[in-house]
């Protein structure tokens, strides 16, 4: 009870609902290693925040190390994230990398979203390695979960989502996305109280990627009415908690 009673209703929602789907799929368990890939955005900052109260309300102990993987734009604009390493007791590794640059040049055939979002990963499950971790944890809400589901629906032809839980690497490696049942915005409530060290995105597609795009499908489906808009939300988040309890 003391953990939480400084926090607001947004910080608590956050909480709650990322502990009991942690809880309902098994997300984690004794020993776990979790890599939290930080890419400076309030999603990330506020899974981090959470798993860090999680740390001292689950019965048993976990590990966290901060992941960032910075694409190249501003080869410096992840200081606020060694400002805050410093100030608080987690590990953290950042990662310079040119991806972005690459995935934005005129030769790229492939969208530069893509291929930006797949070098990330791949240099993110290297770290994994390299820091023999159990667990990837990712920020996707449920935004994202419906936006992507729109994505695949109209550019691949599939009834697909984002799960809360996947295993990789005959299960050596599994990536969580604890935030997945969350709204948007109720994160950023949360980041604002938490006063995280959120920075601006300096990619040049940032606000124009398909992803984005998709979540305007929302508004659309909704008309404008917070109400269906959130029962649009709800279904998905209870579609993928089916999924994710029968796959546990």
């Known amino acids: 009870m003391g953990i939480k009673k400084n926090l607001n209703h947004a910080q608590k929602i956050c909480l ?25 955005g309030v999603d990330s900052w506020v899974l981090a925040r959470v798993l860090m109260i999680r740390q001292k309300i689950v019965p048993f102990y976990f590990e966290i190390i901060l992941l960032h993987v910075n694409p190249g734009f501003d080869p410096g604009n992840h200081q606020p994230l060694v400002d805050w390493l410093g100030a608080n007791p987690l590990p953290g590794h950042i990662q310079s990398t040119d991806i972005g640059p690459r995935a934005h040049n005129p030769g790229n055939t492939k969208s530069p979203c893509f291929l930006c979002s797949w070098s990330r990963r791949k240099v993110l499950f ?25 994505m695949n629906l109209i550019q691949t032809s599939r009834v697909d989502g984002l799960s809360a839980r996947e295993e990789f690497f005959q299960g050596s490696l599994t990536l969580i996305r604890p935030l997945l049942l969350v709204e948007k915005k109720y994160i950023r409530n949360a980041a604002r109280r938490w006063e995280l060290p959120v920075w601006e995105n300096p990619c040049p597609s940032a606000g124009a990627s398909k992803r984005t795009e998709m979540e305007g499908m929302l508004d659309v489906l909704s008309g404008g009415n917070k109400k269906t808009r959130q029962n649009i939300l709800n279904a998905f988040k209870r579609w993928q908690l089916d999924l994710a309890c029968n796959l546990k």
């Not at 789907?21 to 020993?31: D, E, R, S």
């Not at 920020?139 to 419906?146: F, I, K, P, S, V």
Request: proline share 2%; hydrophobic share 40%.
């Open 16 to 40: 709650g609902r990322c502990g009991k789907l942690m809880q309902q799929t098994g997300m984690l368990w004794p020993g776990a290693r979790v890599g939290i890939a930080v890419s400076g």
């Open 126 to 150: 290297d770290l994994c390695r390299k820091y023999s971790l159990t667990h990837l944890a990712l920020g996707h809400n449920a935004e994202d979960l419906a936006a992507t589901f729109f």
